[in-house]
């Protein structure tokens, strides 16, 4: 991912994680996610990157479908805008503004444990 960054650490239990943000921004240098080692470094670290648009699978041209499906079949983990520090550049953010944001503490890079409903709107990515 271009300009990948750690948007926060997972945090909670391996069936309802949820994100702790960093208040800062930390590049996901090859070092940094040794760091997660034994696990995955999505298991560990959210990542952030631009939006790829065209070169991402959840693009439709127009839209991020990843973002769509997140707002339509996720509940609401958050009942106030959590501490971000991408939302000015976000994608999720400028095409679903706040209701995306409620929703993005339960969003983790990898998620081995993740429910079938979380691989359903992860575009159907098989669980590990």
């Not at 509940?75 to 993005?104: F, H, N, T």
Request: charged content about 20%; hydrophobic content about 40%; glycine content about 6%.
């Amino acid at each position: 991912m271009t300009d990948a960054r750690v948007l926060g650490v997972v945090s909670g239990e391996a069936d309802t994680p949820r994100l702790a943000y960093l208040n800062e921004r930390v590049p996901a240098t090859p070092e940094l996610l040794a760091e997660a080692a034994p696990a995955e470094p999505g298991e560990v670290f959210r990542l952030a990157a631009r939006c790829e648009q065209s070169r991402c699978t959840h693009f439709d041209g127009g839209r991020c479908q990843l973002a769509a499906r997140i707002v339509e079949s996720l509940a609401v983990v958050s009942d106030k805008l959590p501490p971000c520090i991408i939302r000015s550049s976000c994608r999720w953010y400028s095409q679903e503004g706040a209701q995306a944001c409620y929703r993005c503490p339960q969003i983790v890079t990898l998620n081995v444990d993740a429910s079938a409903t979380l691989r359903d709107v992860a575009g159907g990515v098989p669980a590990s």
